[in-house]
């Protein structure tokens, strides 16, 4: 019943004339400074009324079927009365709405600063300028305060703030909490406090609104995950204390930022802010929050509305290709960067659509306009897909195993698909597949499975042929010692038997399996 009554007064305060309007605010502040207990109620009744401020076109509307002769005296009227109206906001209104927020300099009213965002809208912008940086440095201040609730308080404020004021100006909440969170427990709650607004605040945003302020956003995530104030969260006295020490928010921050920003124009940014901030050799904890931080761009990068799939080829093709040429310096950035393309790749063309409908689209031909529609993005994707083939048999070469096995996962996919490179690359991609199958590792590990699987779906869908030598390498190989428990061993026995390879070797390796 209240809100209904909130919205009916505000409603009808949207038809007064101004003097009405006015006294009408009046009586609310009035309200509010003599009802504590409904002190609430009348701000939320002033910051509808202020949503409902109509007289910003006073001069446009008093011109409205005006003969020239006449235009002159009432451009002059309407500019006098709308520096009346500007008056009695600027120096009646905005000291009740100052006085009500200093009356309790113990906590933060999120209404009352709403209220005070709302008035400095509607006055022209200098006063906006230089009231706005003094009202947010309040809030933030708040920020500082042991107390859970308080803080709490503030964030919720600060968040409120740039829902009315719109994402231009969360560049500058940013630097007035850097300024204002310098030491200590205070740096845990920037980073805190950073994923909390962006959280409220980018849930439904428009992709581009924040990459002008992207270098601010990346300072505040990257200090709190890899600077000392991460440091300062893995000390257990520290992060018992505190929410803002127990969980590193940054790791969500990142994530929404690469969903909201431009990705043509900035990923490349977001991976800098990884590697820009890592040295050559790496521990093991600080090489963890690197993956985690770019497993976070990824998925930031997944729901990305701005993410044009030629553009999100290309920027994977250039990350994997610049981290192979760097990896000979023995650079363990260009390591992580590398499998991190390699597994964006896989993540993007693993499954039936590309396993199936990408083919059948080129194979089935056209019916009707819809079907070549799909034929033609097929045809592109294929187009987009086929350098692929060349960078990923140079990744098995590599002497990592983790860049060998996402090199092999990706070309098991792509060895099912019509791409012109296969053909160029067939007996490059063999040899070294049949190279990695003799390495000294555990059959059963990842890198090994990837190895059977690819070796199989090579000898089902392709025409990979296998001299004497290599089919009896082939049969000798550990994993065929124990087909009953390897599914992957007799998966590829079959490839091998149905290919109809001639060996004596399968014949004995089959017969002591029957037996």
């Known amino acids: 019943m209240k809100t209904a009554c909130i919205e009916t007064i505000a409603s009808v305060a949207g038809q007064m004339g101004w003097n009405s309007y006015y006294t009408l605010l009046n009586k609310c502040f009035q309200g509010a400074s003599t009802s504590p207990d409904k002190q609430k109620l009348f701000i939320r009744l002033i910051c509808a009324i202020l949503d409902k401020f109509h007289f910003s076109n006073t001069e446009e509307q008093s011109l409205v079927g005006v003969s020239d002769t006449g235009i002159t005296d009432l451009i002059s009227c309407a500019s006098d009365v709308n520096t ?74 600060l968040a409120t703030c740039l829902k009315e004021l719109g994402l231009g100006y969360l560049q500058l909440i940013v630097k007035v909490l850097r300024s204002t969170l310098k030491l200590g427990y205070e740096l845990h709650v920037l980073g805190y406090t950073l994923n909390f607004i962006l959280s409220k605040c980018l849930s439904s945003a428009v992709f581009g609104e924040i990459d002008y302020c992207l270098r601010d956003l990346l300072s ?65 904890t600080v090489k963890g929050k690197l993956e985690n931080m770019l497993h976070s761009i990824d998925a930031g990068i997944e729901s990305n509305p701005s993410v044009d799939q030629t553009d999100l080829f290309v920027f ?26 390699m597994r964006m790749l896989h993540k993007r063309i693993k499954g039936n659509y590309w396993e199936e409908k990408c083919i059948m689209g080129i194979e089935q031909g056209v019916k009707d306009e819809n079907t070549s529609l799909q034929k033609k993005r097929d045809e592109n994707t294929l187009s987009l897909l086929d350098p692929f083939v060349k960078l990923l048999s140079d990744g098995l070469c590599s002497k990592y195993d983790d860049i060998l096995s996402s090199s092999l996962g990706c070309l098991t996919v792509l060895v099912k698909l019509p791409l012109l490179s296969l053909q160029v690359h067939a007996e490059r991609i063999k040899s070294a597949v049949l190279d990695i199958a003799q390495h000294p590792v555990n059959s059963s590990s990842p890198l090994m499975q990837s190895c059977w699987t690819l070796l199989t779906i090579l000898l089902r869908n392709t025409e990979m042929s296998l001299d004497q030598e290599q089919i009896r390498m082939l049969i000798k190989l550990p994993i065929f010692l124990d087909l009953e428990r390897n599914p992957s061993a007799l998966s590829l026995l079959k490839g091998i038997v149905n290919r109809k390879l001639n060996a004596a070797e399968i014949y004995d390796l089959v017969t002591t399996t029957v037996a």
């Open 220 to 284: 505040v995530i990257v200090n709190d995950i890899l600077g000392d104030v991460a440091e300062q969260k893995e000390v257990e006295k520290i992060a018992s204390k505190m929410k803002e020490t127990k969980k590193k928010m940054s790791f969500e921050s990142l994530r929404l930022v690469a969903q909201n920003l431009t990705f043509k124009e900035y990923a490349q940014k977001l991976l800098l802010a990884v590697t820009a901030h890592s040295q050559k050799h790496v521990t093991q």
């Open 84 to 157: 009346n109206i500007h008056t009695c906001l600027y120096k009646v209104v905005l000291p009740k709405i100052q006085k009500l927020m200093d009356a309790d300099s113990e906590r933060v009213d999120v209404n009352i600063n709403l209220a005070a965002l709302k008035l400095l809208k509607v006055l022209p912008g200098d006063v906006m300028d230089t009231y706005l940086t003094t009202i947010l440095h309040r809030i933030s201040n708040f920020l500082k305060s042991r107390l859970e609730s308080i803080r709490d308080e503030a964030r919720s404020a």
């Open 316 to 341: 994977i093709y250039s990350i994997i290709e610049d981290g192979l040429i760097k990896l000979e310096d023995k650079d363990s950035r260009s390591h992580l960067i590398t499998v991190f393309g």
